[in-house]
């Protein structure tokens, strides 16, 4: 297994057209704690826009024109960082900013399947950019459904241009698309937070945001997209959890757009963690229990018009 500990972390920025990418990719550039940074910026068409919006400093911006990197470039990805690899050995962060049109799950898989990403990178996080001024025009559009849906955090940008009511009642929408994303409230695509280190995998930032809702999954969904959430304090079968999550991922993974837990596999010293994308699935011990801690099982399941019951009785037929 790789030590992940030496891997370049890759954060990667998404969000709708005019949501406000490029101004966060400039904040973060500005307030890159000294970081050596490299940015790719993924523009869609042969001529490139958003990399002459980018300010200059010292972090080597990288264009990728000509397609959409969730598409037909993936393979330009995987050279791009290889150059970065060869050429920046400082390299300390790799930012990736793509076009508004890009459905995430190609881009997250690249870093799970793609051999020299898998052995040189890590997936820090995905950020979604939300304009929440413009956000009913577009919230039926199925890329922008999945982009919030992916994201480990979300920035709603542009609401002191709208009422305190509005901004409530999208926001609300936006945690039933995904309640384990972490919300930060920006003005000009400027986030108060560090976000670097966001480590692509926390729950305690979803506990942040409601407590509660780890203990029911009967949240109110919309008709198609929906996030099943299950916890309990059972020990699982790792042979059982395995032969059904992988049969799982099989037969729903058009439907399936992330899905992620945090296991207590046979009561083994350390908890073991999963993640995935559509049938992509990666999985691998993570921190040890602390002595004493309550060994929790907390997984989260967003896609859809996934079925509660059919995960629900899944997992519990892995329990010890």
């Known amino acids: 297994m790789n030590n992940t500990y030496d891997k370049i972390?890759?954060?990667?920025?998404?969000?709708?057209?005019?949501a406000g990418k490029t101004s966060l990719l400039n904040n973060l550039l500005v307030n890159n704690k000294g970081r050596k940074l490299a940015v790719i910026v993924n523009e869609f068409g042969e001529i490139g826009i958003d990399s002459d919006l980018v300010l200059r400093s010292d972090e080597e911006i990288l264009e990728m024109n000509n397609g959409c990197i969730c598409c037909n470039i993936r393979g330009d990805l995987v050279r791009i960082i290889e150059n970065i690899i060869k050429?920046?050995?400082?390299?300390?962060?790799?930012?990736?900013e793509t076009t508004g049109l890009a459905d995430p799950a190609p881009i997250i898989q690249s870093f799970w399947i793609e051999e020299t990403l898998i052995k040189h990178t890590k997936l820090?996080?995905?950020?979604?950019?939300?304009?929440?001024f413009h956000f009913n025009k577009h919230k039926e559009f199925e890329y922008v459904k999945k982009q919030i849906a992916f994201a480990d955090v979300i920035l709603l940008n542009k609401g002191d241009l709208m009422n305190f009511e509005e901004q409530k009642t999208i926001e609300q929408s936006l945690k039933i698309l995904n309640p384990v994303a972490k919300f930060i409230k920006t003005k000009f695509s400027n986030p108060s937070e560090n976000l670097f280190d966001i480590g692509g995998f926390d729950f305690s930032n979803a506990l942040k945001i409601?407590?509660?809702f780890f203990i029911t999954s009967s949240h109110k969904h919309p008709r198609d997209i929906n996030a099943i959430c299950i916890k309990n304090n059972k020990v699982i079968n790792?042979?059982?959890?395995?032969?059904w999550i992988y049969k799982f991922a099989q037969f729903n993974g058009e439907n399936l757009f992330?899905?992620?837990?945090?296991?207590?596999?046979?009561?083994e010293a350390r908890r073991f963690v999963f993640q995935g994308v559509h049938m992509t699935l990666d999985g691998r011990p993570g921190k040890p229990w602390k002595k004493?801690?309550?060994?929790?099982?907390?997984?989260?399941?967003?896609g859809k018009n996934?079925?509660?019951?059919?995960?629900?009785?899944?997992?519990?037929s892995c329990i010890i």
């Open 292 to 302: 004493n801690e309550n060994r929790i099982n907390e997984l989260v399941f967003i």
């Open 306 to 316: 996934l079925n509660d019951l059919e995960i629900n009785n899944g997992f519990n």
């Open 124 to 132: 820090d996080g995905l950020i979604t950019v939300v304009d929440l």
């Open 238 to 243: 790792g042979d059982l959890f395995n032969k």
């Open 9 to 18: 972390p890759v954060t990667v920025i998404t969000g709708n057209l005019g």
């Open 210 to 212: 409601d407590p509660l």
């Open 258 to 267: 992330r899905y992620k837990g945090i296991i207590n596999l046979d009561n």
């Open 87 to 96: 050429k920046f050995s400082q390299t300390e962060q790799i930012i990736i």
